[in-house]
T-cell receptor
Framework: NAGVTQTPKFRVLKTGQSMTLLCAQD?????MYWYRQDPGMGLRLIHY???????AKGEVPDGYNVSRLKKQNFLLGLESAAPSQTSVYFC???????????????FGPGTRLTVT | AQRVTQPEKLLSVFKGAPVELKCNYS??????LFWYVQYSRQRLQLLLR??SRESIKGFTADLNKGETSFHLKKPFAQEEDSAMYYC??????????????FGAGTRLAVHP
């Protein structure tokens, strides 16, 4: 049981390049999230998904796209990277169902992205 | 607006001293509050949540609805407590989906 895994761990991009971050979870969780972590800002929600085939915008969605084609995977895409997207990206999943109160989110190890 | 505020970016104490990490929240409904911790080079993990009324690693936190606070406390800090601590609020926001809102975090540094 690996929990939540993220690929890659590190990446350096040039402005304008594109890339996809992969998040995978083996806990059969319905909800998955992408956050970015910046100094002094805490974690901010980029996009989330409440189930396979569904996605929704979070707090800071601009410049990012996501897809949830399989329940266990949640992809975060940057179509044209900008220096402002330099950050640490965390994926998380949770077993929230049927609008019951939150239990816990399980986090991945993070992806450190630098855009030059 | 829903918000979690952690007023201190850094809290620096000596080993054995009491610790209180402050957290205030703003939420129109009945929230569920959490503390998450991130040790150096590790992933974020749940420390405790108000609904469980538990003590983890000597830490406790009490939800005060009157003051809309959920401060994290420990009577005697240890060096291994040094980490980044995030207060988080879970509730139902627009769209009806349950999400976590995080505070900016407080770095706790415990010195020998």
């Amino acid at each position: 049981n690996a929990g939540v895994t993220q690929t890659p761990k590190f990446r350096v991009l040039k402005t304008g390049q594109s890339m996809t971050l992969l998040c995978a979870q083996d806990m059969n969780h319905e909800y998955m999230y992408w956050y970015r972590q910046d100094p002094g800002m805490g974690l901010r929600l980029i996009h989330y998904s409440v189930g396979e085939g569904t996605t929704a915008k979070g707090e800071v969605p601009d410049g990012y796209n996501v897809s949830r084609l399989k329940k266990q995977n949640f992809l975060l895409g940057l179509e044209s990277a900008a220096p402002s997207q330099t950050s640490v990206y965390f994926c998380a999943s949770s077993n929230i169902r049927d609008r019951t109160p939150a239990s816990q989110e399980y986090f991945g190890p993070g992806t450190r992205l630098t855009v030059t | 607006a829903q918000r979690v505020t952690q007023p201190e970016k850094l809290l620096s104490v000596f080993k054995g001293a009491p610790v209180e990490l402050k957290c205030n929240y703003s939420y129109s409904g009945s929230p569920e509050l959490f503390w998450y911790v991130q040790y150096s080079r590790q992933r974020l993990q749940l420390l405790l949540r108000h609904i469980s009324r538990e003590s983890i690693k000597g830490f406790t936190a009490d939800l005060n609805k009157g003051e809309t606070s959920f401060h994290l406390k420990k009577p005697f800090a240890q060096e291994e407590d040094s980490a980044m601590y995030y207060c988080a609020l879970s509730g139902f926001f627009s769209g009806g989906y349950n999400k976590l809102i995080f505070g900016a975090g407080t770095r706790l540094a415990v010195h020998p």
